[in-house]
């Protein structure tokens, strides 16, 4: 494969399973949950889907994290559903000139689509804004007959607006037979809490789809055949790409662009080991500052330095750490919990755990 040295930023690389499932829920209109620690691609995958089923369904992206308010949640969210038909800005375009707006379209359920949505963005009464806004996205694929998918970005961020506000969103959701729902988030506790509590109105509502670093097969083939701007990799720099990167998505498009960098630097024809571990370094070097503010939060704590330390290092074992098994299982729960830690212990950071070991 023949790559500019900007195309791998877009690439999704290994996750052809992961693609083929989150399509077959979709087909089956269940609603999907994507968790992962971040930078381990849920959006890139999510999109990647979205973007091949564009042209059978309306296509919705609400990202939770923009918003500050419940008031902006709706406005943002009315301005994505207009987005799936080509209008963009809706909310100023119906503010400067509904008239203009309605002058675009001709036909009556795309006039009373527009009308629909300017109502809504009328409503002073904020209870009913929450309910017109969120039963829209059903009354509005139906208007064009046509199924729609709203992907919901980082939903663990919806707990900041409170539990009424999530069992208002369940329950007009729940009710909605022509959108499918896929959410993502990074938060795992946050996420299992909201979606596996059956305390919580979430409960069951969508299945879980938790994705781990790159399947190593394709992977490893990907860049045995991949070529940025002519260069290919030598066998023994692919394998250090997957040392370093565990084949973590993030980090193995990162340490590929700045190993190409470096060969590209030292004129050479090809991406070699040493190329890859003056990549690192840089890396490593670039993210400094974040790795020192994780390891502060992490070593707040008595002993959960020094526990997670152990889990990144080849030599210490948690065994030999002097502090009682419940209070190891305990801090072990909690990393995971934090997504610092896989289900199977593993640290989600690679770099994180080469910078800590020095």
Request: no cysteine; hydrophobic share 35%.
């Given at each position: 494969m023949k790559l500019n040295a900007g195309g791998l930023s877009s690439l999704v690389i290994g996750r052809e399973k992961e693609i083929q499932t989150l399509k077959a829920y979709i087909g089956f209109s269940q609603h999907t949950v994507i968790t992962a620690p971040r930078r381990y691609g849920k959006t890139t995958l999510a999109n990647k889907v979205l973007d091949e089923l564009k042209d059978q369904y309306l296509i919705v992206k609400l990202d939770i994290f923009e918003a500050t308010s419940i008031e902006e949640v709706c406005d943002i969210y009315l301005n994505a559903i207009y987005k799936s038909i080509g209008i963009t800005n809706f909310l100023h375009n119906a503010k400067e000139s509904i008239f203009n707006l309605l002058n675009k379209f001709t036909l009556s359920?795309?006039?009373?689509?527009?009308?629909?949505?300017?109502?809504?963005?009328?409503?002073?009464?904020?209870?009913?804004?929450?309910?017109?806004?969120?039963?829209?996205?059903n009354s509005f694929a139906k208007l064009f007959s046509k199924k729609m998918i709203v992907f919901i970005d980082e939903f663990g961020d919806i707990e900041k607006f409170g539990k009424d506000f999530i069992k208002k969103l369940r329950s007009y959701m729940q009710t909605h037979e022509s959108v499918v729902y896929l959410f993502a988030g990074s938060q795992t506790s946050v996420i299992n809490d909201i979606f596996l509590n059956k305390e919580n109105a979430f409960f069951n509502f969508a299945s879980l789809m938790n994705i781990d670093v790159l399947e190593y097969e394709s992977s490893n083939r990907?860049?045995?055949?991949?070529?940025?701007?002519?260069?290919?990799?030598?066998?023994?720099?692919?394998?250090?790409?997957?040392?370093v990167t565990k084949f973590h998505p993030f980090y193995l498009v990162k340490t590929i662009q700045e190993?190409?960098?470096?060969?590209?630097?030292?004129?050479?024809?090809?991406?070699?080991?040493?190329?890859?571990?003056?990549?690192?370094?840089?890396?490593?070097?670039?993210?400094?500052?974040?790795?020192e503010s994780i390891w502060q939060q992490i070593n707040h704590k008595k002993y959960k330095g020094a526990i997670f330390k152990a889990y990144c290092s080849k030599d210490m074992e948690i065994k030999n750490l002097q502090m009682s098994s419940s209070y190891k299982s305990?801090?072990?729960?909690?990393?995971?919990?934090e997504s610092l830690l896989s289900n199977d212990n593993k640290p989600t950071d690679p770099y994180l755990s080469i910078w800590l070991n020095g």
């Open positions: 359920y795309e006039v009373e689509g527009i009308k629909i949505g300017y109502e809504i963005s009328k409503e002073s009464d904020l209870n009913k804004k929450i309910e017109k806004t969120f039963s829209f996205a990907f860049l045995k055949e991949l070529k940025v701007e002519e260069k290919a990799l030598s066998e023994n720099a692919i394998k250090r790409v997957y040392e190993g190409y960098i470096k060969a590209l630097f030292s004129s050479s024809k090809i991406i070699e080991k040493e190329h890859i571990n003056q990549a690192v370094e840089k890396i490593l070097d670039d993210n400094n500052a974040y790795f305990q801090l072990t729960k909690e990393l995971r919990s």
